[in-house]
């Protein structure tokens, strides 16, 4: 059992005293005492005043507590920008091409893509409809503020989006990876849940038995038997239930385009391996890694890694066609990284510079780090023709491509 106490939180105690607190409320609330993890992780991300992600203490870069792709340079956006741009002549956008960023983080992803659209495809940029969907209403303000530039970006909710009305693309960078999870243990060759309490100021893990019939519903989906004999007592793994839930709300938007998911993760097989025994979830903090989600609160970053056989399986239950799925390494050399790193050996630019943006472009497509992410693309309304072509991203080496 992993346990979180006073004396071994080593992050400010005031600040985490609060969110401390949060916790125990919830806790307090229920009939039994005990809330599920995805409650939990929820409350320590989300919680708009002391969650990592819904207070706006993110914290991305070298000198926060993990880097993503977008801060590495402006490569990683202009690139996506390109596959964006191809996209649209796909569908024939001549009028207006709606694309829609799920989770912005600091904006950084954004402005790479407008500057590089503006500048390279000024023609393309003037029908481009640019919408954020951001929950937390920190990030949104400095999000606003690092865009202040650009007159072609509005925030929204999925509310006031209208069903069936998105042509266009809607995508998210390492988005998937942070939503809450259930946490499932196999006990006597029955799944039960992994729940969290607070005693006498301690938070504490407790199992119980499952709170919803949707996490057996989810093993039938991806066709695994965590009961059969080739799983070990007491073997430990994720559910992202809200994945599937998100899926739902994102195919009503669409009417005629595609759905990009750039994440980390496994397909069913691999993710659910019987000696993946306790699971996937991490944490990060300061740029260290580690598996105590009960330590830091609110001022670490918790993730676990996506199912993507999950997001296929039920993004086609929901009329989410599936166009390709291949490693983030794959996609960007599909799509001109390799050139970018061939224009680095003229004498356009500074030793220095050269070197660190070489650095940058390589570890984008590292096969042992950011490399080894996944893109998943998926398609709505798209007519026969359109689902033939086969988009760059896409052209080689995928790892599951429809045609």
């Not at 741009?85 to 950084?108: D, P, Q, R, W």
């Not at 954004?110 to 659209?117: C, F, H, T, V």
């Not at 086609?316 to 166009?323: A, C, D, F, Q, T």
């Amino acid at each position: 059992m992993i346990l979180a106490t006073k004396n071994n939180i080593f992050h400010d105690f005031k600040s985490m005293r609060s969110i401390l607190d949060i916790v125990n409320d919830k806790v307090q609330s229920t009939t039994n005492k005990c809330i599920t993890f995805f409650d939990y992780m929820n409350l320590v991300l989300y919680d708009s005043q002391q969650g990592y992600y819904g207070s706006g203490n993110v914290n991305i870069g070298s000198e926060g507590d993990f880097f993503t792709s977008s801060s590495l340079g402006p490569d990683f956006g202009e690139l996506l920008a390109e596959q964006f741009k191809e996209m649209a002549e796909t569908l024939g956008c001549s009028n207006k091409f709606t694309l829609i960023e799920v989770g912005a983080g600091y904006a950084v992803l954004a402005s790479d893509i407008l500057k590089y659209l503006e500048k390279k495809y000024p023609e393309f940029y003037q029908i481009l409809d640019y919408i954020i969907i951001e929950e937390s209403e920190a990030l949104i303000k400095k999000q606003k503020e690092h865009l202040k530039h650009f007159s072609k970006i509005k925030w929204s909710s999925w509310e006031d989006i209208s069903n069936n009305s998105v042509v266009g693309c809607i995508f998210s960078n390492e988005l998937i990876d942070a939503f809450p999870v259930h946490q499932i243990i196999v006990q006597d060759k029955e799944l039960k849940e992994v729940y969290v309490t607070v005693r006498e100021g301690n938070i504490e893990e407790t199992i119980q038995e499952l709170s919803t019939s949707q996490l057996l519903e989810y093993f039938q989906l991806i066709n695994i038997d965590l009961t059969s004999q080739h799983y070990p007592e007491n073997y430990r793994t994720e559910v992202n239930l809200k994945a599937l839930n998100w899926l739902e709300t994102v195919s009503h938007k669409i009417k005629k385009g595609y759905l990009v998911t750039i994440d980390y993760g496994h397909i069913a097989s691999k993710y659910y391996h019987p000696q993946r025994y306790q699971g996937t979830l991490s944490c990060y903090y300061q740029h260290r890694y580690h598996c105590n989600p009960y330590i830091n609160l609110g001022s670490q970053d918790i993730t676990a890694h996506v199912d993507f056989s999950a997001m296929e399986i039920q993004g086609n239950l929901l009329g989410l066609e599936l166009i390709g799925l291949t490693q983030q390494e794959l996609f960007f050399i599909n799509l001109g990284l390799g050139e970018r790193l061939a224009e680095l050996s003229s004498n356009k630019y500074k030793l220095s510079d050269v070197l660190a943006r070489r650095d940058s472009l390589r570890q984008l497509i590292d096969p042992g780090g950011l490399g080894r992410f996944k893109v998943l693309i998926q398609g709505k309304g798209l007519s026969k023709v359109e689902k033939d072509i086969i988009l760059s991203g896409l052209k080689h080496n995928s790892l599951h491509n429809k045609n």
